[in-house]
């Protein structure tokens, strides 16, 4: 299977990247922000780049 068609039929869907990957353009793209429901990240992730996630739906998990 394709990543695209796992995320379409998985029950949730969950982003781990840490925070150098939210200021970036996209190489690539496997789903819309709508198809995420949790994002895993580290403690470096900027207080704004949180708040967005969350402002859209996606729960987010700092880890230490």
């Known amino acids: 299977m394709y ?4 995320v379409a039929v998985a029950k949730s869907c969950i982003l781990v990247a840490d925070h150098t990957k939210f ?6 793209t496997i789903c819309d ?3 995420i429901d949790t994002v895993v990240t580290d403690r470096l992730i900027p207080l704004e ?3 967005s ?3 859209r739906g996606l729960k987010v998990i700092i880890a230490e």
């Not at 990543?3 to 796992?6: A, D, F, G, M, V």
Request: zero cysteines; aromatic letters at 6%; glycine letters at 0%.
């Open 3 to 6: 990543l695209r068609e796992l």
């Open 23 to 28: 200021d970036l353009p996209p190489l690539v």
């Open 33 to 35: 922000w709508s198809e």
């Open 49 to 51: 780049t949180a708040e």
């Open 53 to 55: 996630l969350r402002q």
